[in-house]
Each structure stands twice: as structure tokens, then as C-alpha cells.
């Protein structure tokens, strides 16, 4: 069963940092990526990375989140610096394989002012 587990949330003052990472149980996976879902507001994209490379932002975070992949671990890891309140929320690691997207159970990140 895959499975993606994710670990580094919790609770920063703004304009500090966290790490997040996603353990994926298998190596087949060909895109990870990050979402994020704020209470009553809808899941959105964070970032994600391409196995080939790639890697997209949401504009919210340019400049302030970094995505990369270590393939020797099976982890994805989101960088997260200069954090803001409106970075409040549940994070989601997610991992594709064959058409298939597979989800983590999430971890919370919250944003102090």
C-alpha cells in the first residue's frame, strides 16, 4: 500500500521558518508536490516538483518556499522562509504514480503575528 508521510509542522512567529518533508513508501512516483487547504477556504498548490526537475510556485510563495526531492530517501521537502499569518494552514503532501495521486494526512503550520 503506498503510503506518504509527512512531518515538520507546527507553530513559528512571522518571518521564521520551517521544513516540512514527506517520506514516500515507494520510489515509482513520477511528480510530488504540496497543498495546502486554510480553514474555510479551498485546497490550493503550494509547489511541486516534476521528477524530471521541474518545479512550479504558487505566487503567494515565490521567493519564500523551496521544493526538492531526495531520491536516495524517497522524501520530498518543502522550505518554508519569511512566513506569514496568511501561511496558516494544513499542508498536504501528495505523490503521483500512473494517473493515480496519493495523499498524506497532512500537518499543520501555523503562522503567528
Known amino acids: 500500500q503506498v503510503q506518504l508521510v509527512e512531518s515538520g509542522g507546527g507553530l513559528v512567529q512571522a518571518g521564521g521558518f520551517l521544513k516540512l518533508s514527506c517520506v514516500v513508501s515507494?520510489?515509482?512516483?513520477?511528480?510530488a508536490g504540496w497543498y495546502r487547504q486554510a480553514p474555510g477556504k479551498q485546497r490550493e498548490l503550494v509547489a511541486a516538483v516534476k521528477f524530471g526537475g521541474t518545479t512550479n510556485y504558487a505566487d503567494s510563495v515565490k521567493g519564500r518556499f523551496t521544493i526538492s526531492r531526495d531520491k536516495a530517501k524517497n522524501t520530498v521537502s518543502l522550505q518554508m522562509n519569511s512566513l506569514k499569518p496568511e501561511d496558516t494552514a494544513v499542508y498536504f503532501c501528495?505523490?503521483?504514480?500512473?494517473?493515480?495521486?496519493?495523499w498524506g494526512q497532512g500537518t499543520q503550520v501555523t503562522v503567528s503575528s
Open positions: 501528495y505523490g503521483d504514480r500512473a494517473y493515480v495521486r496519493y
Open positions: 515507494e520510489s515509482t512516483f513520477n511528480a
